[in-house]
Every structure is written in C-alpha cells, then in structure tokens.
C-alpha cells in the first residue's frame, strides 16, 4: 500500500509507488462435447458489441486502451464496424504527454490498439443518454456521435464491455452525469422486453462493481455479467511504472487494468470457438486476484450464469491465426506483480511525471500543482463526508453510519432518486465527488437508508463546506454526478 505523506508547503506526494477441436464447419458429424465451441457463424444471428471508456486525462490513459483493445480482439474474431460502438472522450492519443502519437498500447511490449478503432462518439458525445440509446436502438433519442445503434433482432448476441472508475452504485463518465445502476438496469430490462436480442454478456472493470448488478440484475433476461471486482473493493490499474513487467521508460501511466488485460490477453492467444465463458471467468478470477495478495481484487458475476457454459466465439467470433490454440489454463499469462489501487493512479502518474521533470522546468510545477490539488481535493471530499455524518447522526454514531454495510444480494440503496438527491446536494454545497470521491457513494446511500431528507443533507452539507477548492476536481469545473 503506497505511504502518502502531505508535506506542508509544498502539498505534494512523495511516496514512490502507490502502489483443438476442430471448427466443425466441414465436420458432418458433431460430438456431444463440441456444444455451442463448434457453432457457424450463422447460428449465432449478427453479433453487436458496445465499449465504453468512462474516463478522460491522461493520468487515465489505460480505459481508452483497454476499450481500443477490446476492439482489435472484435475485428480479428470477424465483427464489423457496422456492428462495434465505440465510446471515448479521445483525448489520449494525441495528448501532448503521449510519447508516442497516435498510438495506444495496452501492455508493455503491445502492439498499436488505436488504429482503425470507429470514434462513434467522442468527446461531449460520451453521455449516459447516449449510451442507454444506442443499447436500446433508439437513433432518434440520440445527441451528437455517428448515430450509430445496436440494431439487433430476436437472435442476435451482444457484448458489452465497460471500463472506468466506479463507486457503489455508480459508474463515471467524462463529461457528464454518472452512469447509475438502476438506470443501467432498466434499460437492460426494457432491452430484454424489446424482443431484440438471444444473449447478451457485460463484461465490467470499475472499483465496487459488483454493486451495480448486486441484488439489482434480474435473473431471466439471458444477460450474464463479470465484474473486475466486488460491491466493496476497488479494481487494479497494471502495467504502471513500477510494476513488473513495467511500461517503456517514457510512459509515466498505468497501460491496462488488471481485469480487462487479463480477459483480453486470454482471448489474444486462444481458439474461442474451444474456449468458454466460465474458462475464462476462471481464468481471469484466477490472475485478478494476484493470488490473493492485497494487490487484486474479486471478479465476480452475475445474472444467468448458466449462459457461461457458452463459447466465447458465440459474442467475441475468434481470429483464424488462432485456430490451432485450444484453450489451456497453464499457457496463459501470469498475473502483475504490483498492480496500482485504480483510485491512486492518477497520483502516480503526477508523482512520475513530477520526479522525472528537470529541476525548475514549467513541467515540474505543472506537476507538482496537479499532484498538491489532487491530495487538496481528497482531503477536502474526505473530510467533508466524515463531518456530515457526524452532524446528521452523532459523533460517535456517524462513522459507524457511514460505513454500514447491507447484506449480500441487497442492493446499495432502496430509494434512488433521493441517492441522486443527496449527491446533487452535496456537490451543491461541498464540490464534486470527482474519481476519487465515488468511493463515498455508500456513505450518502447509508444517509438515504436512514431516511434523511434532502433539507437536512442541504443543511449539514453547508454547516461542513463553508467553502471549498475551486481547482481543476471542483463540481466548477465538473459539473455534477447527478
């Protein structure tokens, strides 16, 4: 766990890490054992994929690999742009602290993931609205991007792939307000009544994800999902400096997150047509639990897990070059030594980007003052929090409110309009929750349990903010979560 000490004056870091069968397309007879592995493409109706980045800045630069990735895999396994939506800001590419232009990689000795990959929707376009829309097919709801939807019928397979920060409940988009998980469920629910889809499988890297299906996903919607983590821990960044195997010299960012490497890797070097769902939930558990050290976290799933009996190639397809690599748990790559807590990430990248700046330059205070605002801001978040709850429930009651969890298989919050409520409201008064501050989305859950009204949060939340930091994390700037 990375040591941070705040040094007064200067207000920066300084800790130094935060740290085969064959295809059966000519067999005439199947065994009982090919299943679904040796299926035609024809079998499986069109399949459609959607991957969304959440994030933006360049300290974030591993969602929008991850998600460029996620396409090169789509492409090769013979999916074609017409049926791939891309979400991301696109700002990482052709940032001015990219070393190599144009280019993305998503591991140390990767290959360029950015080429060719459609920019359906950039920028301001990446919007919860617009991502509920295009899962939905409904073009005319749409604001901006290539119009591009997942036209689907009745037999047609679906992927989606989402990566970002997250918080409980909650997942984080660049421009706007965040994705919530009841929202997200319903439109899964309306999509599933629609008629207009056989399958659809959600793979999800964001810290306490587990929580947006938790008690929330229900079964009998042929939806099955995996999540980078639990509905209490955060998710890995990996690839970062530091770790081993490192990124180039020149890279001061984490390349990939630890469970979003780990299913796509896996899928690089295997035949997905021999290769199920459960093979590589197993797989992928196995390498982002970092055996069980601090350093990982649990993938979970969820919704109809009997579809995890499937193969990969009924939603992924499956490059030819890898006709002849029958899936075998021993070939497949280690896990990270150290991957990095997804939520201290950027602290790392403004910590590297500020060691390894001369002496005096404009780059070594930009970075010192990125680095000073962001622990300015986590303090300023954490403290505010700490205080509301001190002031709605007690001194000694508050903390303990703040924490509670709910039973397995509960969902975070039964009112989800007063979380979203409550949120506004504190924004309004204290600043954006930011990346970092998702991670107190129980706590003002836990004050929505607790039957606070929306005038008591307004007035704790003045009471504990009599101002607060007007720099680059404020809701100024942000906007709100909700």
Sequence with gaps: MMMIRYVAGALFLTALSILTVADGRHDFIKLPSDGTAGADDDSVGTRWAVLLAGSSGYWNYRHQADICHAYQILRKGGLKDEN?????????????ENPRPGVLINSPHGEDVYKGVPKDYTGNDVTPNNFYNVLLGNKTALTGGSGKVVDSGPNDHIFVFYSDHGGPGVLGMPTSHYIYANDLIEVLVKKHASGTYKKLVFYLEACEAGSIFEGLLPKGLNIYATTA????????????????????????????????????????????RTETLSQQYELVKKRTANENSYYGSHVMQYGDVKLNAESLFTYLGTDPANDNLTFVDENSPLPSSKPVNQRDADLLHFWHKF????????????????????????THVDSSIKLIGKLLFGIDKGPQMLKTMRPSGQPLVDDWDCLKSLVRTFETHCGSLSQYGMKHMRSIANICNAGVT??????????ACTSFPSNSWSSLHRGFSA
């Design 84 to 96: 791939i939506i891309v979400f991301m800001y696109d700002d990482i590419a052709y940032n001015v």
């Design 229 to 272: 983590s639990n509905a209490e821990e955060s998710s890995w960044g990996t690839y970062c400096p530091g770790d081993y195997p490192s990124p180039p010299p020149e890279y001061e960012t984490c390349l990939g997150d630890l469970y979003s490497i780990s299913w796509m890797e896996d899928s690089d070097i295997h035949n997905l």
């Design 355 to 378: 060691r390894k700046a001369p002496e005096g330059s404009d780059r070594k205070f930009a970075a010192q003052k990125q680095l000073s605002e962001a622990m300015v801001h986590r």
């Design 454 to 463: 929306r005038e008591q949060m307004a007035e704790a939340s003045a009471q």
